[in-house]
Nanobody, 129 residues
Framework: QVQLVESGGGLVQAGGSLRLSCAAS???????????MGWFRQAPGKEREFVAA????????YYADSVKGRFTISRDIAKTTVYLQMNSLKPEDTAVYYC???????????????????WGQGTQVTVSS
C-alpha cells in the first residue's frame, strides 16, 4: 500500500503562489500505463473536487477548467514526489488539498475520485482577498 503525505499549504494573498508537494512511500510509481497521481480539493460545505492529475509516465496531464492556465502538476520519479504549482491564486481556491493515487484509471474518468485507491491527509490552502 502506498502512503501519501502532502505539504506546502498555507496562507497567501490573492494573486500569490504556492507549491504543494506529495511524497509517496511504500511503493514506486506504478509502471502501469493507466496509473496516475492526482490532486483534489474540498472547501467547507462542498464536495471534494478534482483539480489535476498526471500519468505515472509524466506524458499526460489533466486539469479542471477552474485551474487551467494557473496550476501546473508535475512529478519527480527519483523522489517519488508529485507537485502542484499554484499561481494567480484566488479566494475561491481556498480548500483542503488532497493527493491521491490510482492504479488503473482511464483518461475519460480521471476526474472521478472513487477511482483513486490511496489518499493523503490533506493540506490547508487559504487565499485571502
Amino acid at each position: 500500500q502506498v502512503q501519501l503525505v502532502e505539504s506546502g499549504g498555507g496562507l497567501v494573498q490573492a494573486g500569490g503562489s504556492l507549491r504543494l508537494s506529495c511524497a509517496a512511500s511504500g511503493r514506486m510509481f506504478s509502471r502501469y500505463s493507466r496509473s496516475a497521481m492526482g490532486w483534489f480539493r474540498q472547501a467547507p460545505g462542498k464536495e471534494r473536487e478534482f483539480v489535476a492529475a498526471i500519468r505515472s509516465s509524466g506524458v499526460s496531464t489533466y486539469y479542471a477548467d477552474s485551474v487551467k492556465g494557473r496550476f501546473t502538476i508535475s512529478r519527480d520519479i527519483a523522489k517519488t514526489t508529485v507537485y502542484l504549482q499554484m499561481n494567480s491564486l484566488k479566494p475561491e481556491d481556498t480548500a483542503v488539498y488532497y493527493c491521491a493515487a490510482a492504479d488503473n484509471v482511464r483518461s475519460e474518468t480521471i476526474e472521478r475520485r472513487s477511482l483513486y485507491d490511496s489518499w493523503g491527509q490533506g493540506t490547508q490552502v487559504t487565499v485571502s482577498s
